[in-house]
Nanobody, 124 residues
Framework: QVQLTESGGGVVQAGGSLQLSCKAS????????VGWFRQAPGKERECVAR????????YYADAVKGRFTVSRQNTKNTVSLQMNNLGPEDTAVYSC?????????????????WGQGTQVTVSS
């Protein structure tokens, strides 16, 4: 059974950094595209970053481009999201998710396994 566990969230001041981790169990993570999503209160879930199975291709939402970096370590069944220069607008619950589609997509509907999420709060 697939299980995804996110960690690394917390409270940070504006301008600070956090690194989130998504650890998979029950599967080999290298068989999946992985997306990082966030959802703030009252807002729709959005894909902030995604990474291809091999890790060669990464995609970012415009709002985080240049500040967030997604990477993966398939041998450790882990995907990470390094977040720098955080602002209050980045406050949300962050979740990782897996996709078996041929190509990765920012559409949450194309992801079929989700973690519980980790809260990121950025104070001004």
């Amino acid at each position: 059974q697939v299980q995804l566990t996110e960690s690394g969230g917390g409270v940070v001041q504006a301008g600070g950094s956090l690194q989130l981790s998504c650890k998979a169990s029950g599967i080999y993570l290298g068989n999946y595209h992985v997306g990082w999503f966030r959802q703030a209160p009252g807002k729709e879930r959005e894909c902030v970053a995604r990474i291809s199975r091999s890790g060669v291709a990464q995609y970012y939402a415009d709002a985080v481009k240049g500040r967030f970096t997604v990477s993966r370590q398939n041998t450790k069944n882990t995907v990470s999201l390094q977040m720098n220069n955080l602002g209050p607008e980045d406050t949300a619950v962050y979740s990782c998710a897996l996709s078996t589609m041929v190509g990765s997509s920012p559409d949450p509907a194309t992801y079929n396994s989700w973690g519980q999420g980790t809260q990121v709060t950025v104070s001004s």
